[in-house]
């Protein structure tokens, strides 16, 4: 994600609190970019915490493992 995309992003949330509203390619246009910053988001805090490590009490350490369902 870039900041053209996040100017974008920003210019089509104001127009959409202006009395005209946005056009329906803009609101598709709108659904688009957020999907992609949510998807750019959540990458990045998932590379974060892959490089995460723990240091136990006796200064072991361990990478934070992926909590799976049932846990």
């Known amino acids: 994600m870039n900041q ?29 970019l957020r999907r992609a910053y949510i998807d750019s988001v959540v990458g990045n805090l998932k590379g974060q915490l892959d490089n995460t490590v723990i240091v136990d009490r006796q200064g072991r350490r361990r990478k934070l493992r992926e909590k799976k369902e049932g846990d």
């Open 4 to 32: 053209q995309q996040i100017d974008r992003i920003n210019a089509l949330a104001r127009k959409a609190k202006t009395p005209e509203g946005l056009t329906p390619e803009e609101k598709e246009e709108q659904a688009v």
